[in-house]
């Protein structure tokens, strides 16, 4: 599975192997957060040379996958600790398209951990929008 190869040259740092898990022209889209989508492996490189130098413990959790007709399913927990001493730490899934043994395409739902964030009555009340309770 390529989420295996991943996860392997995360937790080892090695930025080629991570980037040759990708085919050349991967397109790559994070539905959440629209304007974070972009095409070609050489950005993937870019984006994890970063997280590689600015997070040097940087591991990486492979928490489940799943594979079906050339889409593989995957579950992670990224975590670290930045240069400047501040916690990484992001969670979720990504869908990978995979032609061959690379993916041609991925659909992240990755998020930063938000541990102190608002519980689960006041999203709602916010997600929801006013009025939503009037009937109970």
């Not at 040759?20 to 050489?42: L, M, N, T, V």
């Not at 413990?57 to 928490?63: Q, T, Y």
């Not at 998020?111 to 964030?117: M, P, R, Y």
Request: hydrophobic fraction near 35%; glycine fraction near 8%.
């Amino acid at each position: 599975m390529v989420a295996q190869r991943l996860w392997q040259a995360i937790n080892d740092h090695d930025l080629d192997a991570f980037v040759e898990c990708f085919c050349p022209d991967y397109r790559s889209a994070q539905p959440a957060h629209p304007a974070r989508a972009f095409q070609g492996r050489e950005q993937a490189r870019k984006n994890w040379s970063a997280f590689f130098r600015q997070i040097p413990d940087l591991r990486a959790e492979l928490l489940g996958t799943a594979h079906t007709d050339g889409t593989e399913w995957s579950e992670w927990h990224w975590h670290g600790t930045r240069q400047d001493n501040t916690p990484f730490e992001m969670r979720g899934v990504i869908v990978m398209g995979l032609q061959g043994d690379c993916v041609s395409w991925a659909r992240l739902y990755m998020e930063e951990v938000d541990a102190g964030g608002e519980d689960i009555e006041s999203a709602v009340r916010r997600l929801a929008g006013p009025g939503h309770d009037d009937h109970e």
